[in-house]
């Protein structure tokens, strides 16, 4: 038998502070030769969470098929499978403190196209790839592509073998390499711009 009871109200009147739980009572273990004894449960206070369980389904750090190395900082519930044609769901905590820290952190290569919606640092590799940083997001990474297309904010050099677009609301510090960049009003870069000439390579 258990047994759940509530310990009286110790507040004072008028208060809204909720009591608290404490859990006594027997339970029944059986042995190894399927005889039953009873044990004592310890009483325990149960106290009611100071924090509320806000979770929320969050978006996609990274939109796109990329190649990750490394750590993925996670504070929720993730559900899903590891692996290739799998997916992942995230509902993560409302927490200021998740857009301080990288959500992932390590190596990143990819084919095509990825974009970026959130905090990521480490390097970023593609060949052929464009990169796209959302508006909000945060790059702490080495980039090494082909197009870079920046919105957000970028900490760190760019080397875009082809182009850079810097958008009205993006901040760059680092260095970019590139044959052709494109910035727009109101973007902020504070660096040095190295255009690579034809058939060089980037030292």
Partial sequence: MLEVKRKPATHSHGSNTPSNTSVS??????NDAGQTIPQK???FPISPSAEPRNFQTKMPVITGEV??????????????QMGPASGLSLRQRSSAALT????LQGEISFKDMVRVNGHIAGTVYSQTGTLIVDTGAHVQANVDVAVAVIGGSVTGDIVARERVELGPSSKIHGNIWTRSIVIKDGAIFEGVCRMIEEGKKVS
Avoid: C, D
């Fill in 25 to 30: 009572g027997t339970i029944r273990v059986s």
């Fill in 67 to 80: 190649h990750f190395k490394g750590v993925a900082a996670i504070e929720g519930v993730l559900t899903g």
């Fill in 100 to 103: 301080m820290q990288p959500e």
């Fill in 41 to 43: 449960l310890t009483a």
